[in-house]
């Protein structure tokens, strides 16, 4: 399959940007130049976010709190990295991925076209990585590196060494496959003990020994109640024909259908039953019983309603025969004597009035004359008159007459009032009982209409308005309702008479007929069903039993057998361990030349010429031992991390690097490098540059980097150059 590489990766507030940032990638070597703060480290992150998924293993972040959001944008921004790649057969693979946090869904997160296909989610995810032939921790390693991962890469855990190790020179087989076989081998050992200790803590056929002696005593005690329920040893022996035989007499005698050849027991018991109680219920005496609990249910409480109506109407009947004698009771009447009062209050208002004011003009008189004596005559009609007679009459008047027509019509309008007065309260007190009486009657009506088709309903019709003011209209109904509630009491009776001798019967025949059929039932139901129970136990129990024996045997079996297993996946493990170790070595000396001359080339170092991958196999596992070795003085090589600078360390990092990842066990034909050349100076950065670019594997290295001399020396080399240049509020601004 041909290797991939870059063309263009599009950040949009990830990381160090904010806003869209586009970069191209050139084939062969590419140098980006970039002072820090830039966003070096931002794209690398993002491209290898982008190609897996995944925040990178970085002692300095913690990967579950870390975000890639670049914060200036704002939470609601779009966030999102799109890499398009492309391979030497011109196939074309465009990755877009979206940011979305602490959640996690690929199938609304990624998306991946291929030529004219589109995937999307998880397929989406394992095509990247089938394309590339890679996992997502070899990328760290061989594909997008970043400072931390370079440095990592011969200073770092010897067990992360090994792995990333493994995955350049494509030896898989350890890495993917024994890890699997290490946990079946440790889940035959579990097996194999947890077997152990099962058989060693129990016999496990002990319990089913004493669970067979449980069941056999409860078997005895179902057999000894069934002899004294009166079945016969002889008729335990096949408790089921028993049971068959008996539910058989029991449907004959009950007229029942015969059962159906193989039904069920339990079936037929109920069968049984049902039937009885469907006897029960058509019996004629069950019928006529149930109509005499219907009928004396009906008249029960049309009794209670009789005497209590009764009872009623006769109490209200005196009250209205006293309040007869106490005053009137016809509302009409004392409506009209109302009124007639009114209109006389108002008569005597009207009197009242006129005497006042002739009363006023004739003391305004007086007091005229009074002071006219002289008068002689009529001021009005010119008339002669006496001063001294006139004043005596006008006296007379206003003193005498006046004052005592006022004082008997103000008695009158007294007495009117009192009159007015009692009639209202009569009357109100009258209403009252006539809707007492209102009530009680719609009772009565009410109770009429229920009981209108008896026999002893009344056939009279009374009206509610002669009733209240007639005497013996309310007699007549007391009467009537008396004679009700006696006839009522009588037919209550005679129907619970009935219902007595119904019952009798009933007992009579349930005593004869009907208990000892369900007695039958019930002995079979109680005391064979019970003993066919527990005779089946017994016989489960004893195929359990037999089982677990059976059982016992097998895990014995299966005891040796994980015994063998597990000694035979360690011979395979060894022996895979074993064949790992020579291919790894193999593939590691025909490398170790081309990179210990990168390293000799670039490092210059007086002692260390060359550097030497030393590989052992530890508990079935190949590990990797990175030395600094030296042509001119023996017994000097030592572990890098020992004796090395830290430029030759980066030195050393970048042989290993690109020797190892310029193998042919991926599709990966581009490396991304950030800041490779930290630690060195300018002498070892040229030497880096030309030693990169006169490797010339693989075909595309891009490099990032903030030394200007590094940048320059690769820029002199042949390296294709270019910048990322400012930062302002959260943005990098391109020249």
Not at 601 to 630: C, E, F, M
Request: charged share 30%; proline share 3%.
């Amino acid at each position: 399959m041909s290797a991939w590489q870059l063309q263009k990766v599009q950040v949009k507030n990830l990381l160090g940007f904010q806003g869209l940032k586009e970069q191209h990638f050139q084939p062969r070597i590419q140098v980006i130049e970039a002072p820090n703060h830039t966003g070096k480290t931002s794209l690398t992150m993002a491209l290898l976010w982008g190609l897996t998924g995944i925040i990178p293993e970085l002692p300095r972040i913690n990967r579950h709190s870390f975000r890639l959001s670049n914060k200036h944008a704002g939470t609601d921004a779009e966030q999102f990295c799109v890499i398009e790649l492309v391979n030497d057969s011109n196939s074309r693979m465009a990755i877009k991925r979206l940011y979305r946090g602490a959640r996690a869904d690929l199938d609304a997160e990624l998306t991946v076209e291929l030529d004219d296909k589109i995937l999307s989610g998880q397929d989406a995810q394992m095509r990247i990585l089938e394309e590339l032939n890679v996992k997502p921790d070899s990328l760290e390693g061989c594909g997008v590196v970043l400072q931390d991962h370079r440095l990592g890469f011969i200073t770092g855990k010897e067990s992360d060494i090994s792995d990333v190790i493994s995955d350049m020179l494509g030896l898989t087989v350890l890495s993917r496959f024994v890890p699997t076989l290490e946990e079946r081998l440790k889940e035959v050992k579990e097996l194999q003990k947890e077997i152990t200790n099962y058989l060693e803590a129990a016999d496990p056929l002990k319990k089913w020994e004493e669970r067979d002696q449980q069941l056999r005593d409860d078997f005895l005690q179902r057999e000894n109640e069934a002899i004294e329920a009166g079945f016969a040893r002889e008729d335990l022996e096949n408790p089921a024909t028993t049971a068959v035989r008996e539910l058989a007499q029991i449907a004959a005698s009950l007229k029942a259908p015969p059962a159906q050849p193989g039904r069920p027991i339990p079936d037929e018991i109920k069968r049984l039953r049902d039937h009885l109680a469907t006897l029960r219920k058509s019996s004629p005496l069950g019928v006529e019983l149930a109509e005499l609990q219907g009928r004396k249910g009906q008249l029960s409480p049309w009794v209670e309603k009789a005497v209590s109506l009764r009872d009623a109407y006769r109490d209200f009947n005196e009250r209205l025969a006293a309040e007869d004698g106490a005053g009137e009771l016809d509302t009409k009447r004392l409506t009209d004597t109302i009124a007639e009062k009114e209109t006389a209050l108002q008569k005597n208002q009207e009197r009242r009035d006129e005497l006042a004011s002739e009363k006023g003009l004739l003391t305004n008189a007086y007091s005229h004359m009074q002071s006219h004596q002289n008068l002689r005559a009529c001021p009005v009609c010119d008339s002669p008159i006496k001063a001294s007679d006139l004043l005596k009459k006008l006296k007379n008047r206003v003193e005498d007459q006046i004052a005592s027509e006022l004082s008997r019509l103000k008695e009158q309008q007294k007495t009117l009032s009192e009159e007015k007065d009692g009639a209202e309260s009569r009357l109100k007190a009258v209403n009252r009982l006539k809707d007492k009486h209102g009530q009680l009657f719609a009772e009565i009506s009410s109770f009429h209409t229920q009981v209108q088709g008896e026999p002893f309903c009344w056939k009279k019709k009374f009206e509610i308005d002669s009733l209240f003011l007639d005497a013996d209209s309310r007699t007549k109904l007391v009467a009537v309702l008396e004679s009700v509630a006696e006839q009522l009491n009588e037919g209550l009776r005679v129907v619970t008479d009935e219902l007595k001798q119904k019952k009798a019967q009933i007992e009579q025949q349930e005593a004869e007929q009907y208990q000892p059929a369900e007695a039958q039932i019930t002995c079979v139901s109680e005391k064979l069903l019970p003993v066919m129970d527990a005779a089946q136990k017994i016989e489960n129990h004893g195929k359990k039993r037999d089982r677990a024996a059976q059982r016992k045997t097998e895990l014995e079996q299966l005891q040796e057998d994980a015994r063998t297993l597990a000694g035979q996946l360690q011979k395979i493990a060894s022996a895979l361990a074993q064949q790992e170790e020579e291919t790894a070595s193999a593939a590691i000396r025909a490398r170790l030349p081309d990179i210990s001359e990168f390293f000799r080339s670039v490092a210059r170092n007086p002692d260390y010429d060359g550097l030497d991958i030393q590989t052992n196999i530890s508990r079935d596992r190949v590990t990797y031992k990175i030395q600094a070795t030296s042509s001119a003085i023996g017994n000097l090589n030592d572990t890098v991390g020992h004796v090395l600078s830290e430029g030759d360390l980066s030195a050393a990092s970048m042989a290993l690097l690109l020797g190892l990842a310029s193998g042919e066990s991926h599709h990966l034909g581009f490396l991304v490098l950030d800041d490779p050349a930290q630690g060195m100076d300018e002498t070892l950065q040229a030497n880096l540059a030309a030693a990169i670019v006169k490797f010339g594997k693989p075909k595309q290295v891009v490099i990032f980097t903030h030394q200007q001399s590094f940048a320059e020396a690769l820029k002199q080399a042949g390296a294709h150059h270019s910048r990322i240049h400012s930062w302002k509020m959260g943005k990098v601004q391109d020249a």
